[in-house]
């Protein structure tokens, strides 16, 4: 059976399985959920689940925990969900304090451009072909000691 989107999941359920340490991909077969839902609501669910994760304090402390999750290889979305902010919030609160651009930020997931830019695209070239050279026909090998006989001249 393929994955709903739709299925009900409590979030006692997806809390109960955070708690157990069972992983995204795991959790989503479990409950019959895509992956991406799952991911969402492991991420909404993770400061519930352990309360130690909540990014919370002075606006000088939450900066600094962004910060550092992020240097750390969190995503934008679980930073957003620990802090209760939104994920353009997060990436604002990061450029402020960092001085470094979001896009340029790489949490070693997906593609990695450098400076953030997407690569240039090709452009299609149109393919130069060389002429082939004409191919010479051979004669047809003889199968049997018959033809191989009439074919030397020695009928024997």
Known sequence: MAPSKSASVSDKEVVALIKKGVSIPKAAEQLKVTSSLMAKMYYQLEPVADPSLKIEGTPKGVAKAIVDGRNGGLRWERLAARSGKSVSEVKAIFEETTGIK???????????????????KKTAEKATTTKKAPVTKKAPKARTRAERAVKTGNPS
């Open 102 to 120: 979001a896009i340029e930020s790489y949490s070693g997931r997906g593609r990695h451009f450098g400076n953030g830019a997407a690569p240039a």
